[in-house]
């Protein structure tokens, strides 16, 4: 009969070129920075960013659109007012690329370090930047 070999013909373990070819895959990456980002909000500047979050707008943005429009739409208000939000950023200084967009609505925006989630767990039970609303269909 034709068909498939059973599984005791396959080889038990990879050719040597394909052993190695795997174990440059297998290197361990450094850990994702972390940050969480601080913002002053520009006057009236809010509800047109909202509206672009929400139009998925800034979603579109390559490369780092999602991201971006993904923390947005969680970030908190602190006490003064600010927005607050954690970031992943391999750009050097962070948020290099993102600064075209946010510059827009922001200013005086600080970085902090911070642990992969330290950042959500500290700013989460405060309230949020923007009203959730629906996405436009």
């Given at each position: 009969m034709g068909g498939h070999p059973s599984l005791s013909a396959l080889p038990t373990s990879l050719p040597q070129a394909e052993r190695q070819e795997?174990?440059?895959w297998s290197v361990t990456l450094p850990a994702m920075p972390h940050y969480l980002v601080t913002a002053t909000p520009k006057d009236?500047?809010?509800a047109r960013l909202q509206d672009r979050i929400d139009s998925g707008e800034i979603a579109k943005l390559r490369p780092f659109g999602k991201a971006l429009s993904n923390v947005l739409s969680d970030a908190r208000r602190d006490?003064?007012?600010n927005a607050v939000w954690e970031h992943v950023d391999f750009g050097d200084p962070p948020l290099q690329a993102e600064r075209e967009i946010l510059d827009e609505y922001f200013s005086e925006i600080e970085v902090e370090e911070v642990e992969?989630?330290?950042g959500w767990h500290?700013?989460?039970a405060w309230p949020r930047l923007f009203k959730v609303r629906r996405p436009h269909v």
């Open positions: 795997s174990e440059l009236g500047s809010l006490d003064d007012g992969e989630m330290e500290s700013i989460g």
